[in-house]
C-alpha cells in the first residue's frame, strides 16, 4: 500500500539510502523517515483553479517576446523577481511574483476546444465511454473535507468538467452568477422558515408512509441527499456565497468585476474548508481583435488573481492553498489577418501558487519568438502528478471505469521537483 | 408543419395490434419466471395495484405520469381489460413517439446541445418512424447509410455531433446498435475480451472518407471576406457529403502506424465490397438476419428499460464476459422481435402485458430474476415532462402552438438538463443519481414554484376549482401527483392541516410541495 503521497520507488530508495549509510535503523527510526518524507508532501489542503476559458494567449500573458515578429503590442514589465518579466498589462501580479510559479512550457496536441478543455482538466484525452473525472471532483473525493455542510468541490461561472467515473456525488456545485445568491440555496420569497418546516413535516410523512411498504436502498439515498442539501440551507457557512459581506475596500481591490468577486467569493469558500474551486473566466479565444479584448481581459484579471494571491498570504492560508491558473492551449505566435490569434496547443502558460509550490520562477522556456518549447517541455500529466503531491494524493491510484479497467488518478506523469518546496 | 405529417402518419400506416389475448411473447416470459422462481425457491411479490401499474406504464411508455383525468377513468374503469387497452392506447399516443425519439437522441446525440447538431431536427426524423413503427433495422440501416447534406437529412446529425471521424462512429455502431464495447481495442488488443486492433479498425474504415464536398473553408472565408463563425458553419451543413470508396482506414496505434481495410466483425478476411458504398454495405451486415448482436442488442436494452435491468448488463457491453441472466428467454425474444419485422411497439407491447412487468414493488426485494417491480429514479426527461403535466403546460400550450410549446419546453430543458444529467450517458442505474443541486432545484426551484402555484392554470388551482369539498381536493392532488387516493392514515394529517389553515389554498400549495418532492413521486416503481 502506498504512504500517503509517497510513490513505492522513492520509499525504496529511502531504504536502500539508509542501508548503504551503514546504519542499522531501528524500524521505528524508518517510520520516522518516511513520515518525515510524507510531511512535505501534502502541504496544500485545497485548491482555486483560475479556469481562462478559450485558450489565453501566452506571449501576451505570461511569456511576452518583445521586439519579436510575434510578439505583438504589448511589451514586458519587471516584476518583484529580477530577471523574470510578464506583460506590462499585468502590473499588480508582477508585485506577487515571489510566491508565482511560472510554467513557461506546457506542451499538449490537443487544438478543439472542447477536447482540449476535457484533456487539461482531467489529465486524459477523451476516448469513448469512459468519462474521466475532474481533477476538481478527484481532490473532493482524496481530500478529508473540513466544512460539514459545503460541498467539497464548487464551480464559480462554468459547469467545470464532472466528476464522469468517481459518480455524481463529486460532481461540482455551480454558481452561476457570483453577484447574486447561489439558486435555489434559499427558500423561495414567498415562504417563512415556519411554512418551509411545515412543508418538511408533510414530506416527512408521505415519506414515511412510502417507506414502509417499499424498502429497497435507493429511497434512503435519496433521503440522505436531500437532508444535505436542506444541511446546506440551513448552515451558518452559507455566508461564505455572500461576497457583499465582505468591506468596499477589499470588493474594490479585487476589482469589483465578475472575475474580481469571483475570486473573493473562492477565497471565503476556501476560508470555510471547501476542497476545490474552479473560477471560470470567459472571452479568451481571440480570433480577432486579441489585443483590444485581451488587454481589458488582463485589467480585470490583475487585480482579481493579484488580490487573490495577497489576501491569501495575509490570511495565512497561502501556505495551505494551491493556486493554479491556465486554460486549455495558448495562442499562435503568429498573428492573423483579424488581429487576431488562433489556437496553440504546442506551447502554452499555466501559473501556479501557494500549497507548497515554490514561487518566485520560471520553469521551462520557449524559443526567441515563442513557437516550440526550447527546454523541459511539461505535460499536463507532469502537472497532475506535481499537483497531486502538493495535496498529498497518491497520483498512481486506480478507480474502475465502468468497463472495469483501472484508470489512474493520473497517467503516467513525472512530478516536476524544482517546483516543489 | 411536421406535427400535422406525424398525425397523418399515425392514423394512415400504423400497424394495429390484435386485441385481447396476451401476446405469445407475454406468456413466454412469465412461464419462463415462472419455472426460475419455483427452482430457485424464490417469491414474487404481488400483482400490483392499478394505480401502480398506471403510473408506471405511463412512465415507461409515454415518459409522463397520467394526468388527473387520465387517472380517473382508469382507475374508475371495472373493464377487466383495461390494463391491455390502456397499454394500447398509450403507445398509439403522440407521447410515445416523442419520448422515445428523446431516449434515442440523448443515446445518438447526447445530452448537449452542440453548435453544429441540429438536435431537433434529428430527433423529428427519429419520432416519424417510432410513430409510424418503422422496424428497427430499417431506422438504423437509414442511419448508418445516409445521404446528403447536414441540411437535409437529420440522421446526419449523428455524423455532425462525431464530426466526421471514423473512429467514434465505429465506437457508437458498436455500443448503440450491437452492444458491443469495441473501446479498448482502439488502442490495443482488448486484454480479456475476443476483439482485437483489427475489429475496431475494420468498422472504422467502413466510416473513413467521408467530408463535405468543396469543402475548403480558407478559400471559402478568403472569397467571402469576412464571413462569421456563424454564417460559415451554416453554409458548411449545406454541403452533400462525400465518401471515396477506399476501404482502408488509416490508424495510428501503438507508437506505430497501420492501415486497416473494412472487415465485419466475426469475418477474418476484409469485407468484399462489390461496388457499393462503404456504409450501405455495413448498414447490410449490421442488419442482416444472421447479425448475432444486431436484434439482441436492441432486445436487450428495450428489456433493460422496462424491466430496470437487462438480462445482460451494461446493455452496450454484451460481451463474451457478461452475465446472461436468462439466455433463453433473451433467445426467444429476438426470434419474436426479427419475425415480427423488428417492431420496437410490438415488442413493448408484450413486455408491458406480462404478468412479470406488471409485478409490484411494494415489499420485495429487486434481483436478477425481475420478482419484484422495478424502482428507479426518474430520468431527466420524465422528471420535466411530468412536472409540465401538473404545472399543466404541457395540455394548454400543445393545444395552441406547436412552436410555442416546443421552444419553452426546449428551454427549460436546456436551462435544467446538466443538472440531472448522467455523467456517463450510459442509461440507467440502480442508484439514486441524485446530487444536492437537484435537490435544492426541487425543493426551492422554480420549476417545483410554477407546479403549485395555486393562482395559475396548474395542479392547484384545477382541484381548487373543480372540488368544493376539502377530501376531494385531497383526493384530486394526490391523483394528480401520485395517481392514487391518500391512505386513511395520510388523509388524516392532510385534513387537519388544511383545516388549521381555514381552507386556504395555501395548504394545499405546501401538499403538493411535498408531495413533489417525495420518494413516491421522484421515482419510477
Same mark, same amino acid.
Given at each position: ?35 518525515? *518524507?510524507?510531511?512535505?508532501? #501534502? ?5 482555486? =483553479? $483560475?479556469?481562462?476559458?478559450?485558450? +489565453?494567449?501566452? &506571449? ?92 467539497? *468541490?464548487?464551480?464559480?461561472? #462554468? ?5 464522469? =467515473? $468517481?459518480?455524481?456525488?463529486?460532481? +461540482?456545485?455551480? &454558481? ?246 | ?525
Amino acid at each position: 500500500m502506498n504512504h500517503r503521497g509517497v510513490c513505492e520507488c522513492s520509499r525504496r530508495e529511502l531504504l536502500r539510502w539508509s542501508w548503504r549509510a551503514g546504519a542499522a535503523l531501528s524500524f521505528s527510526q524508518l517510520l520516522g523517515i518516511t513520515a518525515l *518524507f510524507a510531511q512535505n508532501a #501534502g502541504k496544500a489542503k485545497s485548491c482555486i =483553479l $483560475l479556469w481562462m476559458a478559450g485558450g +489565453p494567449s501566452q &506571449i501576451d500573458t505570461f511569456d511576452p517576446k518583445p521586439g519579436t515578429p510575434t510578439g505583438g503590442e504589448f511589451k514586458g514589465i519587471s516584476t518583484t523577481v529580477p530577471g523574470i518579466q510578464i506583460c506590462e498589462h499585468l502590473p499588480l501580479l508582477a508585485k506577487e511574483m515571489k510566491d508565482l510559479a511560472i510554467l513557461r512550457s506546457m506542451t499538449s496536441r490537443e487544438g478543439n476546444h472542447d477536447r482540449a478543455r476535457y484533456y487539461v482538466h482531467t489529465g486524459y484525452a477523451s476516448a469513448g465511454v469512459t468519462q474521466h473525472p475532474s481533477f476538481g471532483a478527484v481532490v473532493a473525493k482524496e481530500l478529508v473535507s473540513q466544512s460539514q455542510t459545503l460541498p467539497a *468541490f464548487i464551480s464559480i461561472n #462554468g459547469p467545470s468538467v464532472g466528476a464522469g =467515473l $468517481l459518480g455524481v456525488n463529486f460532481a +461540482p456545485f455551480v &454558481i452561476r452568477d457570483p453577484d447574486k445568491t447561489p439558486e435555489n440555496l434559499g427558500r423561495s420569497r414567498h415562504v417563512t422558515r415556519e411554512r418551509f418546516e411545515q412543508r418538511q413535516e408533510l414530506l416527512e410523512v408521505l415519506n414515511a408512509n412510502f417507506d414502509a411498504t417499499h424498502p429497497q436502498p435507493e429511497f434512503h439515498k435519496k433521503e440522505q441527499i436531500y437532508q444535505r442539501a436542506l444541511d446546506l440551507m440551513n448552515s451558518p457557512a452559507l455566508t461564505a456565497f455572500d461576497v457583499s459581506r465582505e468591506n468596499d475596500t477589499i470588493r474594490q481591490r479585487y476589482g469589483n468585476t465578475k472575475i474580481g468577486n469571483s475570486c473573493l467569493m473562492a477565497r471565503r469558500l476556501i476560508q470555510n474548508g471547501v476542497k476545490f474551486v474552479e473560477v471560470e473566466m470567459d472571452g479568451w479565444d481571440t480570433h480577432r481583435d486579441n489585443f483590444k479584448t485581451t488587454r481589458r481581459l488582463l485589467s480585470e484579471l490583475d487585480p482579481a488573481f493579484s488580490s487573490l494571491i495577497r489576501d491569501l498570504r495575509e490570511t495565512g492560508l497561502l501556505e495551505t492553498t494551491l493556486v493554479i491558473w491556465m486554460g486549455e492551449f495558448g495562442r499562435t505566435p503568429e498573428i492573423n489577418a483579424n488581429a487576431g490569434r488562433d489556437h496553440w496547443p504546442q506551447a502554452w502558460c499555466a501559473v501556479l501558487a501557494g500549497g507548497g509550490i515554490r514561487g518566485g520562477q520560471v520553469i521551462g522556456t520557449t524559443d526567441s519568438k515563442g513557437y516550440e518549447v526550447e527546454q523541459q517541455p511539461i505535460r499536463v500529466p507532469d502537472l497532475y502528478a506535481t499537483l497531486s503531491q502538493c495535496l498529498g494524493i497518491d497520483a498512481n491510484k486506480a478507480h474502475s471505469s465502468p468497463l472495469g479497467r483501472p484508470i489512474r488518478i493520473v497517467d503516467h506523469g513525472n512530478v516536476i521537483s524544482t517546483l516543489l518546496i | 408543419m411536421k406535427r400535422a405529417f406525424v398525425l397523418i402518419l399515425l392514423v394512415v400506416v400504423v400497424p394495429s395490434i390484435q386485441p385481447a389475448e396476451p401476446p405469445v411473447a407475454a406468456l413466454r416470459i412469465d412461464s419462463s419466471y415462472a419455472t426460475i422462481w419455483k427452482e430457485k425457491g424464490i417469491v414474487s411479490t404481488q400483482r400490483s395495484s392499478d394505480e401502480e401499474f398506471l403510473r408506471r406504464i405511463s412512465l415507461d411508455l409515454t415518459g409522463r405520469i397520467p394526468t388527473l383525468d387520465q387517472s380517473l377513468v382508469f382507475l374508475e374503469s371495472k373493464d377487466p381489460g383495461k390494463r391491455e387497452k390502456l397499454i394500447r392506447q398509450l403507445l398509439d399516443s403522440a407521447e410515445y413517439g416523442e419520448y422515445f425519439a428523446a431516449l434515442w437522441t440523448n443515446l445518438i446525440l447526447g445530452h448537449e446541445k452542440e453548435r453544429f447538431v441540429d438536435r431537433e431536427a434529428f430527433q423529428d426524423w427519429f419520432e416519424e418512424r417510432i410513430a409510424s413503427d418503422t422496424g428497427w433495422d430499417r431506422i438504423v440501416s437509414l442511419l448508418i447509410s445516409a445521404e446528403g447534406s447536414f441540411q437535409d437529412t437529420p440522421q446526419l446529425n449523428w455524423f455532425a455531433r462525431q464530426k466526421l471521424n471514423p473512429n467514434n462512429l465505429a465506437d457508437d455502431t458498436a455500443r448503440l446498435f450491437l452492444g458491443i464495447q469495441l473501446g479498448c481495442a482502439r488502442c490495443h488488443n482488448h486484454p480479456h475480451d475476443q476483439w482485437k486492433l483489427e475489429d475496431f479498425y475494420g468498422l472504422a474504415a467502413f466510416y473513413s472518407g467521408m467530408k463535405p464536398e468543396r469543402f475548403d473553408p480558407i478559400e471559402k472565408m478568403k472569397a467571402r471576406e469576412l464571413k462569421s463563425q456563424k454564417e460559415l458553419e451554416e453554409f458548411r451543413r449545406t454541403l452533400p457529403l462525400k465518401q471515396d470508396s477506399d476501404p482502408n482506414v488509416f490508424a495510428e496505434v501503438q507508437g506505430g502506424r497501420k492501415t486497416y481495410p473494412a472487415k465485419f466483425l466475426l469475418t477474418p478476411q476484409p469485407a468484399h465490397l462489390s461496388g457499393e458504398s462503404k456504409r450501405k454495405a455495413l448498414a447490410k451486415w449490421v442488419t442482416a438476419p444472421d447479425n448475432p448482436f444486431f436484434a439482441k442488442a436492441l432486445v436487450n436494452r428495450v428489456w433493460g428499460m422496462m424491466m430496470g435491468k437487462g438480462f445482460v448488463e451494461p446493455v452496450d457491453d454484451m460481451g463474451s464476459l457478461s452475465d446472461n441472466s436468462n439466455p433463453e428467454l433473451l433467445a426467444f425474444l429476438t426470434e419474436d422481435f426479427k419475425q415480427h419485422g423488428y417492431s420496437l411497439r410490438l415488442l413493448l407491447w408484450a413486455i408491458a402485458n406480462s404478468k412479470t412487468y406488471q409485478l409490484s414493488s411494494r415489499g420485495g426485494t429487486e434481483g436478477i430474476y425481475y420478482q419484484c417491480g422495478k424502482v428507479e429514479m426518474l430520468n431527466a426527461d420524465q422528471t420535466l415532462n411530468s412536472f409540465l403535466v401538473i404545472t399543466n403546460v404541457d395540455e394548454k400550450l400543445r393545444s395552441r402552438n406547436r412552436g410555442d410549446y416546443e421552444e419553452k419546453r426546449d428551454l427549460i430543458y436546456r436551462h435544467h438538463v446538466f443538472l440531472f444529467d448522467n455523467d456517463d450517458n450510459r442509461g440507467k442505474e440502480t442508484e439514486f443519481r441524485g446530487t444536492i443541486s437537484q435537490a435544492l432545484f426541487l425543493l426551492n426551484g422554480k420549476m417545483t414554484n410554477e407546479a403549485i402555484r395555486p393562482l395559475s392554470d396548474g395542479a392547484t388551482s384545477i382541484v381548487l376549482r373543480r372540488y368544493p369539498d376539502t377530501e376531494l381536493r385531497l383526493d384530486g392532488l394526490f391523483l394528480t401527483a401520485v395517481s392514487r387516493r391518500p391512505f386513511p392514515a395520510e388523509k388524516k394529517v392532510m385534513l387537519k392541516y388544511v383545516e388549521q389553515r381555514g381552507d386556504a389554498a395555501a395548504a394545499y400549495e405546501d401538499i403538493l410541495w411535498a408531495l413533489l418532492n417525495s420518494n413516491e413521486f421522484l421515482f419510477n416503481h
